[in-house]
Structures are given as structure tokens and as C-alpha cells.
């Protein structure tokens, strides 16, 4: 049974999501395990640029993506820091607790600092990439919820985003900026500034916008997890799935979370 202060905290927490579509959590991770887990990202990091074409590795670049696959280990292990952070269930209730919906594994990202030029991601909600038109980007908005939930490494000034924009469509401004790229800012945005350490949950549907910038050093992990619906039309590969060595190296609450994966997944991986 949680205790009262402990239930205020989620209730007010809860309460943020909601309204704002983002909350901060202070000191998530402690350095140790900030050591632990970004060495495993860098691992990631370090394969994936070497595979990039030799013009394309110094940038632009804002993140990679799918950190449980095996290819990027070169003994073909996915780091256990990596597949433990992505199943944690301290972390799964939190997000329960807060967005009232059970989290399903989507994929995992890492953002890193610039090699090359600064420059400034694209104002856009997630639910556009696949949507050619408003109508469509409504309806996959309304068929399901694409849920961030990221831990700064290294101090990450550089998310901004517009509070309750994920309660609400466009305004006809937001729409020009996010769609037809016109330059500006949409009204109300705001900067989150993390601290190494904190951890951040945002609505994937909110307006927000990356900043990529060459200091200082960024190194962000983020989860992508669907909270309502699933997100097969973004279907991430069946190789993010934990082989069955690293399944059975897992705890028993971890191999559940991605059976669900696999099992949510399963016809769409066979038919693709
Ligand atoms: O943190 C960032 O740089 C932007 C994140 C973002 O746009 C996303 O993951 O959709």
C-alpha cells in the first residue's frame, strides 16, 4: 500500500500529465547507474556512427534509435543496463500511476551532442510522421498514445515543448510552423531544462522541438512506449525483441513486459 505523501505525489504528478502533457522527475538516477547506462549507450552510439556514411557522420544528427537490437554489439549482447532500464518496474508503475495507461514497449532512442553545426530540430507532434493529412494525423492520435519517458545522462536544456498542446489540435499558427515549416516559435512554448540525473515523461503527441547543439556534451536515453493502442504502423523490428539467451537472463517481471512486445507484435513482424 503506498503512503499517503506517496499517493499526493503520483496524484499531483497525474495531475501535470494531464494538464501540461509532461512532468519532471529530479535526481531519477543516481551517477553510478548514469555511468553504467551510458557506457552501454555509448557502446551503441559508437557502432551506429561507424555504419553511417563517411559524410554523414559528423551531422546533422539528433538521435539514433532501436538500442536493444543486437547489431550494434559487437558480441551480439544487448547490454543488460539497456534491457533492465527499459523493463524497470519501478519505472512501468510510475508511468502507470501517472498516465493511467499500461506502458507497452515501442523503442528506445539516444540523443547526442553535435560533431558538426548547431541547428534547431523541427516544431512537430510524433503523430505526424505518418500522416499525410490533419485528418489522418487525428484519427492515429485518437487511436492510441505515444508516451516518452527519457533520463538526462548529462545536463538537456535542449527539449522544448508546448505545455497541453496534446489536449487539443493546432492552432492555425502551430499548424503553419509544425506542417509548413514556417519559421517561429508556437505561443507558450517552453524549455525543460534537465539536470543530469532527472528523468522526463512527455505526451509523444505534444508540439515540441529538439535543440542540437555542439555543447555541451547531451547523451539522453529514451523509452517510447504506448500507453493506448499499440504502434504497429511505426513498427519497430522484431530484432529489438531480447533473443530467447537474453530473455532467460532476465528477471521474471522484465521477460513479461517484452513477451507482451512480442506477442502485441507478432502478426505484424510475420507479415512484414
Ligand atoms: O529531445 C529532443 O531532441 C527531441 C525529441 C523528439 O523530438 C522526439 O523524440 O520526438
Redesign the pocket.
Known amino acids: 500500500m503506498p503512503s499517503p505523501a506517496k499517493r499526493r505525489k503520483v496524484g499531483a504528478l497525474a495531475y501535470y500529465w494531464r494538464t501540461r502533457g509532461y512532468v519532471v522527475l529530479p535526481r531519477f538516477m543516481g551517477w553510478r547507474d548514469r555511468k553504467r547506462v551510458r557506457a552501454a549507450c555509448d557502446r551503441a552510439e559508437r557502432a551506429w556512427r561507424a555504419r553511417l556514411p563517411p559524410q554523414r557522420r559528423d551531422g546533422p544528427l539528433?538521435?539514433m534509435a532501436d538500442l536493444t537490437h543486437p547489431r550494434w554489439y559487437d558480441d551480439g549482447r544487448v547490454p543488460a543496463e539497456i534491457l533492465r532500464f527499459v523493463a524497470e518496474p519501478s519505472v512501468l508503475d510510475l508511468i502507470e500511476a501517472i498516465t493511467g495507461g499500461t506502458p507497452l514497449f515501442h523503442n528506445t532512442?539516444y540523443?547526442m551532442e553535435q560533431r558538426g553545426a548547431d541547428w534547431d530540430?523541427g516544431w512537430?507532434r510524433?503523430s505526424q510522421f505518418l500522416a499525410l493529412d490533419a485528418e489522418t494525423e487525428r484519427r492515429h492520435i485518437a487511436e492510441g498514445t505515444g508516451v516518452?519517458f527519457?533520463v538526462a545522462l548529462e545536463d538537456?536544456p535542449?527539449?522544448r515543448i508546448v505545455p497541453g498542446s496534446h489536449r487539443r489540435w493546432d492552432t492555425a499558427r502551430e499548424w503553419a510552423i509544425r506542417r509548413d515549416r514556417e519559421p517561429g516559435d508556437p505561443v507558450g512554448a517552453v524549455s525543460v531544462p534537465l539536470e543530469a540525473g532527472d528523468a522526463m515523461l512527455f505526451n509523444?503527441w505534444s508540439i515540441?522541438?529538439?535543440?542540437?547543439r555542439r555543447e555541451p556534451a547531451r547523451r539522453?536515453f529514451?523509452v517510447?512506449y504506448m500507453t493506448r493502442g499499440t504502434a504497429e504502423r511505426a513498427l519497430t523490428p522484431k530484432a529489438c525483441m531480447p533473443s530467447a539467451v537474453r530473455m532467460a537472463s532476465l528477471p521474471r517481471a522484465a521477460r513479461a513486459f517484452y513477451e507482451r512486445f512480442a506477442r502485441t507484435y507478432r502478426r505484424a513482424w510475420s507479415s512484414a
Open positions: 539528433s538521435n532512442q540523443f530540430g512537430h510524433d516518452h527519457r538537456d535542449w527539449l509523444a515540441h522541438q529538439g535543440l542540437y539522453t529514451d517510447i
